[in-house]
């Protein structure tokens, strides 16, 4: 099993620009999160899924969309970055409330 | 609503001495607890959880918590440090039939040779 997998993993936006976070998971988890990691701030939640064609917010879901076709992939959307958006993302996927897997996660830089 | 307090955002050990990372939660509802490691670079891997039964809980690479139900506490200890246990160290709590996970703040854990 590959666990969940992120692309890419580094990546560089110019303000505005758009671009899609992917995520894909192997465990066949109907579970699926978002987070943002900040330096001194942990994770916060940005989106999160209890199986496809359901999702709802986070604490932080403004400037992001997500969507869930199906089990495995969850993407991210960013549509107009900011440099506040600047962070490394983490996806990760669970069994109802349970133990989350994580994936490597992406960095983001917006200049 | 839950939250997580992470007690220390750095904490320095020497290598065999003791770890304690504290980690204090708030919830109304009966809590699943939750320690996660992350190394520099990499995402989170669970050490150890807490869902029903055995207040003491033991995880990943001699590592152990236990909850405490009076005090809203799931501190996280191990007897001796190692090197490789440099880390930072994620509380998080969530409760059965909940959808979201929360975390605290995390605690930089360096061990001295």
């Known amino acids: 099993n590959a666990g969940v997998t992120q692309t890419p993993k580094f990546r560089i936006l110019k303000i505005g620009q758009s671009m899609t976070l992917q995520c894909a998971q192997d465990?066949?988890?109907?579970?699926m999160y978002w987070y943002r990691q900040d330096p001194g701030m942990g994770l916060k939640l940005i989106y999160y899924?209890?199986?496809?064609?359901?999702?709802d917010k986070g604490e932080v879901p403004n400037g992001y969309n997500v969507s869930r076709s199906t089990t495995e992939d969850f993407p991210l959307r960013l549509e107009l970055a900011a440099p506040s958006q600047t962070s490394v993302y983490f996806c990760?996927?669970?069994?109802?409330?349970?133990?989350?897997?994580f994936g490597p996660g992406t960095r983001l830089t917006v200049l | 609503a839950q939250s997580v307090t992470q007690l220390g955002s750095h904490v320095s050990v020497s290598e065999g001495a003791l770890v304690l990372l504290r980690c204090n939660y708030s919830?109304?509802?009966?809590?699943?607890l939750f320690w996660y490691v992350q190394y520099p670079n990499q995402g989170l891997q669970l050490l150890l959880k807490?869902?029903?039964?055995?207040?003491l809980v033991k995880g990943i690479n001699g590592f152990e918590a236990e909850f405490k139900k009076s005090e809203t506490s799931f501190h996280l200890t191990k007897p001796s440090a190692h090197m490789s246990d440099a880390a930072e160290y994620f509380c998080?709590?969530?409760?059965?039939?909940?959808?979201?996970?929360?975390f605290g703040t995390g605690t930089s854990l360096t061990v001295i040779p």
């Open positions: 990760a996927s669970s069994t109802y409330t349970d133990t989350q897997y």
């Open positions: 465990m066949n988890h109907n579970y």
């Open positions: 899924s209890v199986g496809a064609g359901i999702t």
């Open positions: 919830s109304s509802v009966p809590p699943y």
């Open positions: 807490y869902t029903t039964g055995a207040t």
């Open positions: 998080a709590v969530t409760e059965s039939g909940g959808n979201q996970f929360y």
